[in-house]
């Protein structure tokens, strides 16, 4: 299964060179429970492709690997 920094069209993009391995505060964020662990890796991805834009996600990240890919209609 890829991981979301390998695809454009996502919502959220998590870098796999910042996540760190097990840390779950980005996926407990999450209201629509859209990210996940990946359990081969230990890191976060989007599994769905669904998102409010509301941010937490990349809010509580530690070291800033979250990022929300904000439409232009929605900045």
């Not at 919502?11 to 407990?28: A, F, M």
Request: charged content about 15%; hydrophobic content about 40%.
């Amino acid at each position: 299964m890829p991981l979301a920094p390998q695809r454009a069209d996502v919502p959220v993009t998590i870098d796999g060179s910042k996540c760190i391995d097990g840390c779950t505060l980005c996926v407990d964020m999450c209201p629509l429970d859209s990210l996940a662990i990946d359990p081969a890796s230990g890191k976060a991805f989007m599994h769905v492709d669904e998102c409010w834009y509301c941010g937490p996600c990349a809010a509580r990240c530690p070291t800033g690997a979250v990022t929300v890919n904000m439409p232009y209609l929605l900045r």
